[in-house]
């Protein structure tokens, strides 16, 4: 686990230093441009299937689908970061408990 | 200006605590998910990182996906280094505050001086208060145990939603978001926790292929 740790921070901060030292034109080019703005779309929605709709190896749909939903409606109406989350936490807890 | 930094601080603080009883209950230990927030800070990432592990996957492949997420900040980077004129050592620790919320509340922001306040009282204050959250969230979820309990797994999935959400109004992102998530659920079965997700990212490359430049809205 620390050594995961440490690739990460290393690598997270080698990305943030480079960004502010790489010559602007990197971003001129068009398709690492668009290839930079999909990856953090398609990691975001990886895990969040991955989260909600997996049990170790088995694809499952338990009270965290739940959860997910009072998320998107919560988006929808703006609620607050930690309204969304808790929200979410305490709606599947009730589910379970029904 | 510096009163909106702190608002933000306070705000992605909140998200802190959250960050913090994840990470503990996933099975990291207290200073492990203090480590993270300090050495990493950079949300997503670690948040990816601990949701990996808590799915079983190996930690190494949960550093991979943290660190696929934070060429996101190399991008931001890119966008201000004009702006900040930030160089030597003044750079070196400017990097570590370099995220999605000190870059919001500084690129808008018309001279260099504007620009490096907006960064700097927003980058501090966020490192600060999510630091403390994360110490704070830890200690409470060492307290909870078992993340089912409160539904702290579900709340992992709605976090990462609140991070995906303001990309989704493009329809693009939408189709991106809808592919990749299949094809991670479709390699859930038949490969090791934590490689659908990288896996999920090959999505991006595809879509950043085959999109034609001028579709950009």
Redesign the interface.
């Known amino acids: 686990?620390?050594?995961?740790?440490?690739?990460?921070?290393l690598?997270?901060?080698a990305?943030?230093?480079?960004?502010?030292?790489?010559p602007?034109r990197?971003?001129s080019n068009?398709?690492v441009?668009?290839?930079?703005?999909?990856?953090?779309?398609?990691?975001?929605?990886?895990?969040?299937?991955?989260?909600?709709?997996?049990d170790?190896?088995?694809?499952t749909v338990d009270?965290?689908t739940?959860?997910?939903g009072?998320?998107?409606v919560a988006?929808l109406v703006r609620a607050?970061?930690?309204v969304?989350?808790?929200?979410?936490?305490?709606?599947?807890?009730?589910v379970?408990l029904a | 200006m510096i009163r909106d930094g702190i608002a933000v601080g306070i705000?992605?603080g909140?998200?802190g605590?959250?960050f913090g009883a994840v990470a503990v209950t996933a099975g990291?230990s207290v200073l492990?998910a203090c480590?993270?927030s300090l050495?990493?800070?950079?949300g997503?990432?670690q948040?990816?990182?601990v949701?990996v592990?808590?799915?079983?996957g190996?930690?190494?492949s949960?550093?991979m996906?943290?660190?696929?997420?934070?060429?996101?900040?190399?991008?931001?980077?890119?966008?201000?280094?004009?702006l900040?004129q930030?160089s030597g050592l003044r750079?070196?620790a400017?990097?570590?505050i370099?995220i999605d919320e000190s870059t919001a509340m500084a690129v808008n922001r018309g001279s260099a001086p504007a620009a490096r306040v907006g960064f700097l009282s927003t980058g501090l204050a966020v490192f600060v208060l999510w630091n403390a959250a994360t110490l704070l969230g830890a200690l409470a979820g060492t307290a909870i145990g078992d993340p089912?309990?409160?539904?702290?797994?579900?709340?992992?999935?709605?976090?990462?939603?609140?991070?995906?959400?303001p990309?989704?109004s493009d329809r693009?992102?939408q189709v991106?978001?809808?592919?990749?998530?299949?094809?991670?659920?479709g390699l859930?079965?038949?490969t090791a926790?934590g490689v659908?997700?990288l896996?999920?990212?090959?999505?991006?490359?595809l879509?950043?292929?085959l999109?034609h430049?001028s579709e950009?809205p």
């Not at chain 2, 592990?53 to 079983?56: D, T």
Request: proline share 5%; with cysteine.
């Open positions: 686990m620390w050594l995961a740790i440490i690739v990460a921070a690598g997270c901060y990305l943030k230093l480079a960004g502010l030292s790489l602007e990197v971003l068009p398709l441009e668009r290839i930079a703005d999909f990856i953090p779309v398609a990691l975001l929605a990886a895990l969040i299937a991955v989260q909600v709709w997996s170790g190896p088995a694809l009270a965290r739940a959860g997910l009072f998320a998107v988006l607050p970061f930690l969304v989350v808790i929200g979410a936490a305490v709606v599947s807890a009730l379970r | 705000a992605t909140t998200y605590i959250s990291l492990q480590a993270l050495l990493v800070f950079t997503a990432s948040f990816a990182l949701g592990v808590a799915a079983g190996a930690p190494l949960g550093a996906t943290a660190i696929l997420l934070g060429t996101r900040n190399t991008l931001y980077g890119l966008r201000l280094a004009p900040l930030f750079r070196v400017a990097a570590q370099l089912r309990t409160f539904g702290l797994d579900a709340a992992v999935g709605a976090a990462f939603l609140a991070l995906l959400w990309r989704l693009r992102n991106v978001a809808v592919c990749a998530g299949a094809v991670a659920l859930v079965p038949f926790a659908p997700v896996a999920a990212g090959g999505v991006a490359l879509a950043g292929v999109t430049p950009r």
